[in-house]
């Protein structure tokens, strides 16, 4: 026991005993005050304290060398490369800055080493192997033997692989080791060192008897090249390590490890043929033929991976037999069937292959290929133990359809699998040889349900009547399928002797067979009872359903009956089937159902009884063009779509009636049916140009357009450009296009009274037309509306000289609307003869419009010898024949003035009252005297017109002062 007791830190600190404090750094008997002491010499700034805390920094205490640093860091104390330094580091918990030490590191890190904590320890070992002093290498391997092959073994490990060629010898000693881990750490380090003086010891560790060290050994010699091939590929055998040596072969790429490699391909671990594809990938062109061969291996595994390699070294296949071997092996079998000839022998060849999928898939693509060279192996094929294979290629020996294969095949009908017999009678109905007649029929009776479907079909496709009686027999089968499949055989051979027995599949009442059914089935299917029913249901359909189809095949009319009543069948397959079927037969019984069923709501039902009905022909002509008579709307478009597949030019008026439809599907079928039906269809569309309405007309138009009809310079092209509303073509077609013209002018649909611009284009088009139009128009003056009245004025006056004596005698129509427009067009003519028979007119005692419109024709005509005719029209009963007889005398002008004077001295105030205004606006000086003698006139309403006249003149010739004040006290001032 000490004589005094622990010395007293904080009376040293406060005295900043520096002697004192570092004395106490060095106390034995307690770890908490040489901590103290540390951690107060770093408080006193004091240099001198420097040099102990570096010598604390190796305490046995870590709490005493970390308050060491944490002093030396106050005191700014700067590590360098030595060995305080190391310990600094490692009590600051940076160890990795040891390694930039080195070898002054190497004490403080083995001696982290022996305190064995897992952190340090790991990044001991770290620093240890980056400095790579041999003097570690025991301490490393303590600890590897300590804590075993976890965190610190594998650090300890790594260091080991930095000890370089001078720790090499050590390390091979300890390959002795008899701990395991020991040696694994020994043979990695000497992988990663890569000491050629290791591969023979190396090698022998191939055969240590822990698989974990024999694995290590070949990762290692793989790192150590060529010297370790030989005993790598002996490693290869070694299950444990196989794949190992395979990948270390890969990293060396020595040539003379191919061939162990490519055999390694075939080895049961997908590891180790992984590891070997991996290899090879690496061998770049020298591992290419090998490869290749190895396609052909006998094992799936194999082929798949040496698939893989040429993969890896960029191989491409060609169309030949390795490529062949290629997609054989990735399984690509339609690749395999697209090579065609040269895939024939290497597909072949695997016909014997272990995996019977390979050998089946391989029949498939012979039989595709269609190549005889195949023909005897797949007989030979008909042999193979696995029934698919046996199956398969019963089924391709019939796509060689070589009838050699019959008698092979016949024997396969005893094949104990029914899947086999199966195949062998489909295509023993492809082949079509009657020796396969018996063998078929007696496989009715196959105890497999399917075998007797599948050679109910093949007698079908043979087509031979010895098979008639044995199908019918099996119409009464209890298996619904085979039933099915019997008539649609009866229906291919075609033989009378089915029909009735067809009749009777598709009338027959299948209560019995049905609940016998639903009963069998329950006893073997967990669904619902609803679900078999409805399952149960479907087939039974089918059965009436086939034999609809097989009564349509032999076309015997005494099925009809029993076809239409099938008909309204709740199946819409049997309806469908039926429809189709009464048009195989072409019975005309059948046309009024087929027409009903036109209106089914099923797609498929009403499309089979339209191509029925097209194959009518003309006896549904009659009963559709009917319905086209008595229905519209959408319930037309079936009908008229028949009717044009038909052809029948009856067909065309009504479906020139169909472009009236309300229905645009239906007007767009009636455009197509036409069309269809072509040149019977032209006639009737072309009067469609003339009589019909416009949409109509359009219809017609394009339709004689896709019939490439060209109008021609007669009536019939005239309604063709009108509709057009191209004038300038009605022109040049002249004559016969007059009538058209004025039509188009009357039909509001045509041209329209609002349509002026168009109206204006016919009228030019009459009026260029000339005196042919004359007649047809001035006839159209009759009865017709104004706007048409007006067109025709129009044209008459735009045609001229030619129409003037028609018009002169049309002044005498009996209908007065004729004689009012033949003034009118006279008039704008302009023509001299026509001025007598116009001052004739003026005297019409009818209808004063007509008397207006000879008047105002005069006016424009302007000819002098109508102002003594046309002034006494001044005193017309009507204002407006008046009017236009004043308006015509001012027109004509200056020769109008004497008469008007003279008119002056009438005895009737109105007519004086007339001249005086006429007067006024002609605005001749003549005039002026005798209106100033008017001035006195005895009437007062003569007066102030006569007043107005002469203040109109007096802008012609001066007036005194006298009259003009006879004038104010005529009209007073402010009046108007």
Known sequence: MPLFGPPNIERLLAARNVRGLTKALGYREAWFVRKAAAEALGKLNDIRAIEPLTIALKDEDKDVRHAAAEALEALHWVPHKDEASAYYWISKKNIAACAEIGASAVSPLIRVLAEREQADCRAAAAALGKIGDPQAIPHLIASIRESGWGFIGNAATEALSGMGPEGAAQLLALLQDPVTDVRLAAV???????????????????????????????????????????????????????????????????????????????????????????????????AIEPLIAALRDPDKDARRAASDALDKLGWQPSNDAAGTGYWIAKRNWDRCTAIKAAAVDPLVAMLSDRDPDVRKACVVCLGKIGDMRAFEPLVATLADEHAPVRAAAAECLGWLRDTRAIDPLLTSMRDPDWTVRDAAAETLGRLGDERVLAPLIAALNDEAGHVREVAAEALGRIGHIQAVEPLIAVLKDEQEDLRKFAAEALGRIGDPRAVEPLIGALEWDYYELFEAALARQKLTDTRSEKEIIDELVEKYVFI?????????????????????????????????????????????????????????????????????????????????????????????????????????????????????????????????????????????????????????????????????????????????????????????????????????????????????????????????????????????????????????????????????????????????????????????????????????????????????????????????????????????????????????????????????????????????????????????????????????????????????????????????????????????????
């Open 188 to 286: 990695r380090a000497l992988g990663g060192i890569g000491d050629p003086q290791a591969v023979e010891p190396l090698c022998a560790m191939l055969n240590d008897a822990d698989k974990d060290v024999r694995q290590a050994a070949a990762a290692a010699l793989g790192k150590l090249g060529s010297p370790a091939v030989e005993s790598l590929i002996a490693a290869l055998k070694d299950r444990a390590v196989a794949a190992h040596a395979a990948h270390a072969l890969g990293n060396i790429v020595d040539p003379r490890a191919v061939p162990a490699l490519i055999n390694a391909l075939r080895d049961e671990n997908y590891g180790v043929r992984a590891a070997a594809v991996d290899a090879i990938g690496r061998f770049h062109g020298m």
């Open 544 to 976: 009436r359903e086939a034999a609809a189809k097989a009564l349509g095949r032999i076309g015997d009319a005494r099925a009809v009956d029993s076809l239409i009543a099938a008909m309204k069948y709740i199946s819409r397959n049997v309806r469908e089937a039926a429809a189709e079927a009464l048009g195989r037969i072409g019975d005309a019984r059948a046309v009024d159902p087929l027409i009903d069923a036109l209106k089914d709501r099923e797609v498929d039902v009403h499309e089979s009884a339209a191509e029925a009905l097209v194959k009518l022909g003309a006896a549904a002509v009659a009963p559709l063009i009917d319905v086209l008579k008595q229905e519209n709307g959408d319930v037309l478009l079936s009908p008229v779509e028949v009717l044009g597949k038909i052809g029948d030019p009856h067909a065309v008026e009504p479906l020139i009636g169909a472009l009236k439809n309300e229905s645009d599907s239906v007007r767009e079928a009636a455009t197509v049916a036409l069309v269809r039906i072509g040149a019977p269809a032209i006639d009737p569309l072309v009067k469609t140009l003339k009589f019909e309405n416009k949409s109509v007309r359009m219809a017609a138009i394009a339709i004689l357009t896709k019939l490439d009809w060209k109008p021609e310079k007669d009536e019939a092209g005239a309604y063709y450009w009108i509709v057009k509303r191209q004038w300038d073509e009605c022109m040049e077609i002249g004559a016969p296009a007059v009538e058209p013209l004025i039509t188009a002018l009357k039909d509001q649909e045509s041209v329209g009274s609002d349509e002026w611009q168009e109206r204006q284009q016919a009228v030019r088009a009459l009026g260029r037309i000339g005196e042919p139009a004359v007649g047809p128009l001035i006839t159209a003056l009759r009865y017709e509306t104004e706007d048409v009245c007006k067109a025709a004025v129009d044209a008459l006056g735009q045609i001229g000289q030619p129409a003037v004596k028609p018009l002169i005698a049309a002044l005498s129509d009996e209908y007065y609307g004729v004689c009012m427009a033949a003034a009118e067009a006279l008039g704008r003519i302009g023509d001299p003869r026509a001025v007598e028979p116009l001052i004739a007119a003026l005297k019409n005692g009818g209808w004063y419009m007509i008397r207006k419109a000879a008047a105002e024709a005069l006016g424009r005509i302007g000819d002098p010898r109508a102002v003594e005719p046309l002034i006494p029209i001044l005193k017309d009963e009507y204002f407006k024949v008046r009017e236009a007889a004043a308006e015509s005398l001012i027109k004509i002008g200056a020769p109008s003035v004497e008469p008007l004077i003279s008119a002056l001295q009438y005895r009737e105030w109105r007519m004086r009252k007339a001249a005086t205004e006429v007067l006024g606006k002609i605005g001749d000086a003549r005039a002026i005297e005798p209106l100033i003698a008017a001035l006195d006139d005895e009437d007062n309403d003569v007066r102030k017109s006569v007043a107005w006249g002469l203040i109109s003149l007096s802008h012609n010739a001066p007036l005194d002062d006298a009259v003009k004040q006879r004038i104010l006290s005529v009209i007073p001032i402010g009046s108007k």
